[in-house]
């Protein structure tokens, strides 16, 4: 008698990842996906947040170069 469980196989591994090596951005304030120029990336467990500089630029938080500005918490 064949005593056939379904269980039997093994189970095949491998999750695909995305096409994008980078993980999704989104921007903390305005919730613009992916901006093209950001600051203070946190990315945890492959999703990230951002803020895009369009809002850091609107809240005064770059300098003149750019960077952002020594001190601004985010
Ligand atoms: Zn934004």
């Not at 946190?42 to 999703?47: A, F, I, P, Q």
């Not at 938080?61 to 500005?69: C, E, F, Q, S, T």
Request: hydrophobic content about 30%; some cysteine.
């Amino acid at each position: 008698m064949a005593d056939e469980g379904p269980a039997g196989r093994g189970r095949k591994g491998g999750r695909v990842s995305g096409p994008h090596p980078l993980p999704d951005m989104s921007c903390r304030k305005c919730g613009r996906s992916n901006p093209w120029v950001y600051v203070a990336p946190v990315v945890v467990e492959g999703t990230g947040t951002c803020i895009c500089m369009d809002c850091a630029e609107a809240r005064g938080w770059l300098d003149k170069a750019g960077n952002l500005k020594p001190g601004v918490m985010l």
